[in-house]
Nanobody
Framework: QVQLVESGGGLVQPGGSLRLSCAAS????????IGWFRQAPGKEREGVSC????????NYADSVKGRFTISRDNAKNTVYLHMNSLKPEDTAVYYC????????????????WGQGTQVTLSS
């Protein structure tokens, strides 16, 4: 069964950190570019970050640049999103997706999506 599973979300105070994981089963992630997206209540889904198949190219939304880092460990079939200096506006459900092209602006090109993990900022 082809599946992407996100984990690592939770409740954190502003200024805190989290590491989200995106693990694949049923296929190998090294054949795919990976994107991280998020959706907050009442808002549209937005691209957060993406990484190429090799990991050599990464991109970030302006809102997270300098705070978030995407990385991949193909040996573990997992992609990570390291989130630092979290802000209340980072509250959202975070999704990872696997596809042929690393993009944050064309989510429809991604073939596989996870179910999401909730990140909540609260003081």
């Amino acid at each position: 069964q082809v599946q992407l599973v996100e984990s690592g979300g939770g409740l954190v105070q502003p200024g805190g950190s989290l590491r989200l994981s995106c693990a694949a089963s049923g296929f190998t992630l090294d054949s795919y570019a990976i994107g991280w997206f998020r959706q907050a209540p009442g808002k549209e889904r937005e691209g957060v970050s993406c990484i190429s198949r090799s990991g050599g190219t990464t991109n970030y939304a302006d809102s997270v640049k300098g705070r978030f880092t995407i990385s991949r460990d193909n040996a573990k079939n997992t992609v990570y999103l390291h989130m630092n200096s979290l802000k209340p506006e980072d509250t959202a459900v975070y999704y990872c997706a696997a596809g042929g092209i690393a993009t944050m602006t064309f989510p429809l090109q991604y073939d596989y999506w996870g179910q999401g993990t909730q990140v909540t900022l609260s003081s």
